[in-house]
DNA sequence: TGTTAACCGAGACGGTACGTCCAGTCTTTCT
DNA sequence: AGAAAGACTGGACGTACCGTCTCGGTTAACA
């Protein structure tokens, strides 16, 4: 979040409590307000907190929100439920009810957005979001060659390619029918998403 | 745009060069400012036009937006490739390349972020951009049916389900690849996209 | 005030009712809270307009104070006392009581303060009200010289050098008296003054 | 560092040299940034020393500078002349000197428009400055009886009002005339000054 | 062919949030 | 216990836009 590098051994330490205060205030914040009308100075308030202490540790509204939604992606995790197929379903749907909860959806676009004019951002939301969300898919991958679902790949290159094609297949398929056709990325077409990701990754149907 | 229904009788009209210099200039505000920096005010001092004509004809800086943009999405086309492995490569490589303008991919995101706070915006742009795109997917469709690469589907509800799903999959993934990861959406990875889309909706791998 | 010279001709013209409500909400926030607790925000609360009308008209604090008390300044009057001695008397009480009032003596001293960096300022402060003070020295000149008690001056450069002398010495022995030394203009010590200005005036001590 | 042998058995001692070298930076400070954009911080890094040590010394801005620029008047001196009108003009023209520096007339003007909503800094200017230099008019006085160009008061009561009235009329004189009118003191005004000052209190024009 | 109503430009208006700066206090470590 | 460093709360600053509201001045359809 902040450099661990330069080492400032005299003065007052910056306050945790502040941090978290200040994250938590953010979430709520998104959620009662949405991400254009929230303004610093209310999150400050909310977090019983002066503003420039919050502009002390953050550039600007993009920069505290990824930090605050960040936290939020860590929750997903990938239960084996014993087959590819079910394993696939688990972590859409999670990653679905993570969208429709209102602090997250409009946030992320609203940041990324941002990042088409802001290298730094979107390097902050790679390294904050997008990669750490990549161990799903390696695990998955990992766990279905065990199962022998999959056939082990062994040009590492070629597996890394793979696992980012099918991670913007997944996420981007899932924000889009949730953001854009706002329609509810339910069962069912969870259930039919899956049946098309992994016929196209195996040649093989799932089986029921 | 605006309401028909009601015919003004009498009085000046409003000027039709005006509609066409906003767009214009809004679009130019896009490309150098990006969303977040574009001002109304600023648009209607390029357009050559007061404020108020401005505000008499959007509702405010979304709606705008949406119609500027709208346009350009319009320029995607279906030429006839000779297969469908090869209409998907070229639609998918079209709308990266749309998404790689300046001002469409910040202003697409930021404007459905704000839609998730904002039924009638989420309206507006479906029916602008989203549903009219829908097109090519039927048309897609349609031509793969005729050339006998898929088989043709009687009952029209399941036709009109799996359109949304190709839809979502397919924009999303390119917005995805091409704005989260912030990866170019150049041909090998059009078609490695294109192989596991192909073989997860007919079970066949494209023939080259 | 502003400048009468550049006359928009086109756009919603400004208020004048907000320059009165200003400049009153000035006054009383002087008188409420002085000079160096005086805030732009408050004024502009209290005058029910928004801070921006404000900045558009005034530069700052100081301009906008200068224009607020100015306009005090010329409550001075110079009413035939019969002599010399009895109109200077007169006068010296005025402005001392005007110097007792909570919002001249501090605003104008800080103003003076600040005029010392700022050359705009010193001649604001100069045209709005030293100069206008003026016209007493001059009037009560006039007046004495038709009683046959001060010998008519012919050069007119040495009359303007006296009357600014006199100005200087005696609006500077009222400030000090009442701001420096903290002790009250009261009338023995305005008789007293009187008697040695007179004095050195004329040679002659005034006649009772 | 080693203790001195004059070292209180606990605690560290303050810095002596800190004091000086605070109101040292105060007048560069001052003279560089004049009053209104003198920040206690800024004093502090010019002091090299902590604002927490300058705050444990002054209680803050007023104070701090009426310290700093009270020593600037002590430097005023009254060399004996040979007679009364030489004296003042002698001390006026090192007052008028004293004024045209620059960290003096911003800064002692702005604490006295401070000190008419702030009673104890009232006295501490009155303490640190005023009365020291009436001192000045005491001696002048003194001077002038011994040569037998005044005559001797009795009534000590008497003797005070009047002195205080010369210094009213002395300081504000000069006062007025150097920042309020704007104009210099230069030796023809304080010649043609002190012309009607020793004409009013002693019925005499000065002999050159 | 003149009315006339809706348009247009310009720009001031009341607001809200911004990001910065400074005051004055507090907390930590070092001397 | 004092000092340096620097984070803390709190509040005003002056700016930028927002979306609305007068203004004076067109302009095209209707009468």
Redesign the interface.
């Known amino acids: 979040m902040q450099s661990r590098a330069t080492t400032p051994r005299t003065g007052r330490p910056r306050s945790a409590a502040a941090d978290a205060a200040i994250l938590q205030a953010t979430r709520a914040a998104l959620v009662e307000l949405?991400?254009?009308k929230l303004t610093l100075g209310d999150v400050a308030t909310r977090a019983g907190v002066a503003k420039t202490t919050l502009y002390r540790r953050w550039a600007g509204k993009n920069e505290l929100v990824v930090d605050a939604v960040a936290v939020l992606f860590d929750e997903l995790e990938l239960p084996d439920r014993g087959s590819l197929a079910a394993d696939i379903e688990g972590v859409v749907l999670q990653f679905a009810a993570l969208l429709n909860r209102p602090e997250t959806?409009?946030?992320?676009?609203?940041v990324?957005?941002?990042?088409?004019?802001d290298e730094p951002l979107?390097e902050r939301?790679?390294t904050s979001i997008?990669d750490r969300q990549k161990r799903l898919v390696v695990e998955g991958r990992a766990r279905a060659t065990a199962r022998g679902e999959l056939p082990p790949e062994s040009d590492p290159e070629v597996a890394a390619?793979?696992a980012?094609?099918i991670?913007?297949?997944v996420?981007?398929?899932?924000?889009?029918?949730t953001?854009?056709?706002?329609?509810p990325a339910d069962e069912e077409?969870v259930r039919?998403?899956t049946?098309?990701?992994?016929?196209?990754?195996t040649?093989t149907?799932p089986t029921p």
Chains 1, 2, 3, 4 share one sequence.
């Open positions: 949405g991400w254009s959806a409009t946030a992320l676009m609203a990324v957005a941002e990042s088409t004019r979107r939301i790679r997008v390619r793979t980012d094609l991670f913007d297949v996420a981007g398929a899932v924000v889009h029918r953001l854009v056709s706002a329609e077409w039919a998403f049946q098309v990701l992994l016929l196209g990754l040649g149907p």
